[in-house]
């Protein structure tokens, strides 16, 4: 079975400073995607970045970039530039093609001004 | 993408009573799904909705307690029966497509019940 663990169940970072947010997985899986979600307080989840498995190059979506270290099983979000609309849990997730999602426990994330 | 509204978003219920909670998706889906999100804790996937037949359903979960209905690719409902203290929780309604590869999933904004 796939687990999905999240170790940091709360962070804070100062507005305008970087913070990275720990991730790690199981599985025995050769293909598989990962994902970071965002879910502010209004609740709807939205993805923030994705990364497939056979990828060796970390994926970057403007302030938002991972590192991917797949022999550790490891994918860590790093958020540069933090802003207030950055508040928010995250949440880790692992899914293989056909099969379901795998979420972590997440993170809150809270950016002080 | 996808638009996916949920309805409703919030309610408190008594003990014993049934709530329905509907999911709209602003276009045909191929996969929908129906997650928990108890507090303070991960999702978990209650099961998933497939269109016109009956869902299937995680370990854990079971089709008298959630009733699922899909009768078509944008359209779903999940069922909460003979409600207790212990369900509640945030219900989530989650929809993906298959062809594209891209893996992601779109949420809606949750339906928060609260049973006393």
């Known amino acids: ?113 | 993408s996808a638009v996916i509204s949920q309805k409703p978003s919030r309610d408190i219920c008594q003990r014993g009573t049934s709530l329905t909670i509907q999911c709209q998706v602003d276009s045909q889906v191929t996969m929908m799904f129906w997650y928990r999100q108890q507090p303070g804790q991960s999702l978990t996937l209650i099961a998933t909705a497939n269109q016109g037949s009956e869902a299937t359903y995680e370990s854990g979960f079971v089709i008298d307690k959630f009733p699922i209905s899909r009768p078509n690719l944008t359209f779903s409902t999940l069922t909460v029966s003979n409600m207790s203290p212990e369900d509640s929780s945030i219900y989530l309604c989650s929809v993906g497509f298959t062809g594209t590869n891209t893996g992601e999933l779109f949420f809606g904004e949750g339906s928060r019940l609260t049973v006393l």
């Open chain 1, 1 to 113: 079975a796939q687990t999905v663990t999240q170790s940091q169940p709360e962070m804070s970072v100062q507005e305008a400073e970087t913070v990275t947010l720990s991730c790690t997985y199981d599985t025995s899986e050769s293909n598989y995607y990962l994902f970071w979600y965002k879910q502010p307080p209004s609740r709807q989840m939205i993805l923030v970045i994705r990364q497939e498995a056979y990828k060796q190059q970390n994926a970057t979506e403007n302030r938002f970039s991972v590192n991917f270290q797949k022999a550790a099983k490891s994918f860590s979000l790093k958020i540069s530039d933090s802003q207030l609309g950055d508040t928010a849990m995250y949440f880790c997730a692992f899914a293989s093609p056909g099969n379901q999602f795998y979420f972590g426990t997440g993170t809150s994330l809270t950016v002080i001004p």
